[in-house]
């Protein structure tokens, strides 16, 4: 999984720019430019890393469940 997360990553920030140039039209001057679009591409890769570096940390310490299935306390 974090394998997948950092080969996902370098394939997402690597190809910022052409991303971006598939969806913004390089002709229109009234939004975003592509550079804005291409970092906006390059921050949201980072979430690549994150979230499968916080699922491998999850699976070696699990938690353990406070509540039952609907949010009930478990009785003791």
């Given at each position: 999984m974090?394998?997948?997360?950092i080969?996902?990553?370098v394939a997402m920030y690597l190809s910022a720019p052409f991303l971006a140039e598939l969806v913004i039209d390089s002709d229109d001057q009234t939004?975003?430019?592509?550079?804005?679009?291409e970092?906006?591409?390059?921050?949201v890769s980072f979430a690549f890393?994150?979230?499968?570096s916080y699922e491998y940390i999850q699976g070696i310490?699990?938690?353990?469940?406070i509540y039952g299935t609907f949010g009930?306390?478990?009785?003791?």
């Open positions: 974090l394998l997948s997360g080969v996902s990553f939004g975003n430019s592509i550079e804005d679009v970092f906006v591409i390059r921050l890393v994150s979230c499968s310490f699990p938690r353990k469940p009930f306390k478990y009785s003791d």
